[in-house]
């Protein structure tokens, strides 16, 4: 018999490493089930009114099963919040392939934006907590600053190849566009849980003479 024994003939043919992996496996997912009940009842109640409880209600699990992948209800508000900007990267990078010395391409990100605000749980829950932040007693990512960079970044380059006016100042109408979006995801979430949103940032994008929407 050789001195060498087979991993796989341990705990009927399932080896240590493929337990180990399986076992990684399954917390994902819990983890990931309980973030999804997370987002939706923190978009839907809001961060102040919603409980420990409520979220493994949502995710079908008990308390214990939460507190083992999240210490608090802050923890999960800061997990939910890094989702809420992870999926704005994530709706935005196909506008990204295109060419990003046009105003098009601004127009594509502020576009998608608005329909992740109406579309994503994660991006409603995100919004909604940055709202809250006084109310979460943990530090959370300072408020659209990435976006805003972009923002600018795709507006320098269009000025940089004679698509934007020297006299614009990209920076000034970077946050000027940010802060109209923004408000408009706010205020249609208020008035028309957010139904309304795309439409209103085409109107934004209609008052600006040096962007032009496309056909839709």
Same mark, same amino acid.
Request: aromatic share 6%; glycine share 6%.
């Given at each position: 018999?050789?001195?060498?024994? /087979?991993?796989?003939?341990?705990?009927?043919?399932?080896?240590?490493?493929?337990?180990?992996?399986?076992?990684?496996?399954?917390?994902?997912?819990?983890?990931?089930?309980?973030?999804?009940?997370?987002?939706?009842?923190?978009?839907?109640?809001?961060?102040?009114?919603?409980?420990?409880?409520?979220?493994? /209600?949502?995710?079908?699990?008990?308390?214990?099963?939460?507190?083992?992948?999240?210490?608090?209800?802050?923890?999960?508000?800061?997990?939910?919040?890094?989702?809420?900007?992870?999926?704005?990267?994530?709706?935005?990078?196909?506008?990204?392939?295109?060419?990003?010395?046009?105003?098009?391409?601004? $127009?594509?990100?502020?576009?998608?934006?608005?329909?992740?605000?109406? /579309? /994503?749980?994660?991006?409603?829950?995100?919004?909604?907590?940055?709202?809250?932040?006084?109310?979460?007693?943990?530090?959370?990512?300072?408020?659209? $600053?990435?976006?805003?960079?972009?923002?600018?970044?795709?507006?320098?380059?269009?000025?940089?190849?004679?698509?934007?006016?020297?006299?614009?100042?990209?920076?000034?109408?970077?946050?000027?566009? $940010?802060?109209?979006?923004?408000?408009?995801?706010?205020?249609?979430?208020?008035?028309?849980?957010?139904?309304?949103?795309?439409?209103?940032?085409?109107?934004?994008?209609?008052?600006?003479?040096?962007?032009? $929407?496309?056909?839709?």
């Amino acid at each position: 018999m050789s001195e060498h024994s /087979d991993a796989t003939h341990i705990s009927g043919g399932t080896s240590v490493d493929d337990t180990s992996h399986l076992k990684q496996e399954r917390a994902i997912r819990t983890r990931r089930t309980i973030l999804d009940a997370a987002a939706e009842v923190f978009a839907r109640h809001g961060y102040p009114n919603v409980t420990i409880k409520d979220i493994a /209600d949502g995710a079908e699990m008990t308390k214990g099963a939460v507190y083992f992948h999240f210490s608090n209800k802050e923890a999960l508000a800061v997990a939910v919040t890094e989702e809420f900007y992870r999926r704005l990267n994530e709706i935005v990078s196909p506008a990204l392939e295109g060419d990003h010395s046009s105003p098009s391409t601004v $127009v594509d990100v502020l576009l998608r934006t608005a329909g992740g605000f109406r /579309d /994503d749980v994660y991006v409603k829950a995100g919004a909604r907590l940055q709202i809250e932040r006084p109310y979460i007693k943990a530090e959370m990512p300072v408020p659209y $600053v990435g976006f805003t960079s972009l923002i600018v970044e795709l507006l320098q380059e269009c000025q940089a190849a004679g698509r934007l006016p020297e006299s614009a100042a990209p920076k000034a109408l970077a946050r000027v566009l $940010v802060s109209a979006l923004f408000g408009a995801q706010h205020i249609s979430w208020v008035q028309n849980d957010r139904a309304d949103i795309v439409e209103r940032v085409e109107e934004i994008l209609d008052a600006f003479a040096l962007l032009s $929407v496309p056909a839709r």
